[in-house]
């Protein structure tokens, strides 16, 4: 269970400031602008720990709430979660109703710290798949909070990035088509004269709202991007750390920072000609 | 006036103090970084004396690799790396010798896509991999059939050249053939709500505008940091992506590694 007192502790007391005082050395390189997550191994921290996989997701839960926390005091601007895939509805629907609960539970604990620190929130995803209730809930959050702008969060549910681009591209095609460009303007006897270009699919990506990521982390000890932000992620320093996700603390974020500082230069300059 | 005199005074002892604390953050965020340089070169060399073990076959796990389950290996290789062929030719010369049939050459400004016609006639037997439209007979139709047969059959080792034209641009112009299909077809007049187009559409429409290649296995990147810099987003949505470390330091024994254990990852596919 999620309560709002774990929050204030978080901000508050002497681990707090000790945090700050090590962030302020880190703030002498160059702070990632937007940092992803891919939050795998709770089920495995589940087993670890001999507790039971919705326990496990609690914990989980948990360890992103301290993430978002440490962002915002070390300067990241942009946050993205990986919540819940498109191919995670293959999982037992008992065990898809209870992420689903608990999605429920972390939408109104997010609209409570949404005011407390001016967070803007947005759900990345097919929404359609969500049930009536989580939709409108999250629909709401995302209409209260679109006037601020100090920080961003973006949970991406019901998400791939296959289903992103697909989307974008037939939120593209309807567009020129509204737009009046119907088959008579499309040149064929021109190799595919691109009619839709790389900046309208782009637009009607559902991730639109944040920059590309400057970091994106795995736990779990995994090495692929599992259908996550595949597109945004050119010019994305990808870090695999081989703790579980409920385990992920300030060191790892902190472990994490110091080797994009290291690569910063590289990573930079590629951004750039791409 | 003395208060002038003392609020002045005040004023450039906090300056010295506010100056004097930037220096030790810096001198402290320097420290760490340097400790952290001297762990990653100490974590080098105990990888250099690994990759030795494994060469010489003194590690004996890596003796017998499943290679059957790396069906397509892509290789991403940094600017300055893309302009050293000999070292590409010796790789691919590796992975051959170890048994692996189709490789994509991947690099963001197309340098190896100019060299194509160099690394193939230095790489005995190689063939260039051809992304065959929909309406051709299909390398694909063979391997969805009889996929593991073709693969295992292949006496040749076919290479693709990939770049970031093939990224993003290539999405554009799969959307473009897909925007014909649309209008063509009236779905305008649907609920639009309802998808119109599928996976598999995109697919096709992909290999129509010719980049349509396999989703590879397996990504090595070698360049100074583990970034897929715009290797094309539709086929590396579930590759397992290592990171190699810079092309004039390669050596046969990391490659076995991560081939190895590649081997022996299993996927959930999401369940």
């Known amino acids: 269970m999620l309560r709002e007192d774990i929050i204030i502790d978080i901000f508050s007391g002497w681990r707090s400031f000790l945090r700050k005082c090590l962030f302020r050395v880190l703030r002498v390189g160059p702070i990632p602008s937007h940092i992803a997550v891919i939050m795998d191994g709770n089920r495995r921290y589940a087993k670890k720990k001999k507790i039971d996989d919705m326990t496990g997701y609690d914990a989980g839960a948990l360890a992103l709430l301290h993430l978002i926390i440490y962002c915002m005091e070390l300067g990241v601007k942009y946050v993205t979660a990986y919540a819940f895939s498109i191919d995670n509805f293959r999982r037992h629907p008992e065990e898809v109703q209870k992420i689903m609960d608990l999605t429920m539970e972390s939408v109104m604990l997010l609209t409570w710290m949404s005011k407390l620190r001016l967070v803007r929130v947005h759900f990345a995803g097919n929404l359609q798949l969500l049930s009536a209730d989580i939709q409108d809930a999250a629909k709401r959050l995302m209409e209260s909070t679109a006037g601020y702008k100090n920080f961003v969060l973006t949970i991406c549910i019901c998400y791939t990035c296959s289903d992103e681009i697909l989307h974008a591209v037939e939120e593209s095609c309807k567009e020129k088509w509204d737009d009046g460009i119907g088959i008579m303007g499309y040149d064929e006897a021109n190799d595919y004269e691109r009619l839709i270009k790389v900046v309208d699919i782009e637009k009607h990506m559902y991730m639109a709202i944040a920059p590309d990521p400057d970091i994106l982390i795995r736990t779990g000890g995994e090495y692929r991007l599992s259908n996550f932000l595949v597109w945004q992620s050119s010019c994305c320093h990808l870090s695999s750390l081989g703790t579980v996700w409920p385990e992920f603390g300030v060191f790892h974020l902190v472990w994490v920072v110091l080797d994009f500082q290291q690569n910063y230069r590289y990573v930079a300059k590629k951004k750039l000609q791409l | ?271």
């Open chain 2, 1 to 271: 006036m003395d208060f002038s005199n003392e609020s002045r005074v005040l004023h450039r002892c906090s300056a010295h103090v506010r100056d004097i604390g930037n220096l030790l953050l810096r001198s402290l965020w320097h420290l760490v970084h340097f400790i952290i340089s001297i762990c990653n070169f100490t974590l080098d060399i105990a990888n250099v004396l690994e990759s030795y073990l494994i060469s010489s076959g003194l590690l004996g796990r890596y003796k017998s690799l499943h290679i059957a389950k790396l069906r397509y290996l892509a290789i991403v290789i940094e600017s300055e790396g893309a302009y050293q062929t000999l070292k590409i030719i010796e790789l691919l010369q590796w992975l051959e010798a170890v048994g692996v049939k189709h490789v994509c050459l991947y690099d963001n400004e197309g340098i190896l896509k100019k060299s194509k016609d160099f690394i193939l006639e230095n790489l005995d037997g190689a063939i260039l991999f051809q992304v065959l439209s929909y309406w051709q007979p299909s390398i694909y139709a063979m391997l969805d059939a009889h996929e593991n047969n073709v693969l295992l059959d292949q006496q040749h080792m076919t290479l693709e050249f990939v770049s970031f034209s093939d990224g993003k641009e290539a999405v554009a112009k799969a959307a473009n053939v897909l925007f014909m299909k649309y209008s063509k077809s009236g779905v305008t007049d649907q609920n639009q709500k309802e998808k119109i187009f599928t996976e598999s559409q995109m697919t096709e429409a992909l290999k129509t505008v010719g980049s349509g290649g396999p989703e590879p296995d397996l990504l090595l990147v070698y360049g100074p940091a583990r970034c897929h810099l715009g290797f094309p987003a539709w086929r590396i949505k579930y590759t397992e992506i290592v990171h190699m470390g810079l092309l004039k330091s390669m050596n046969y024994g990391s490659l076995i590694k991560a081939i190895y254990k590649f081997t022996m990852v299993r996927q959930n596919y999401g369940k």
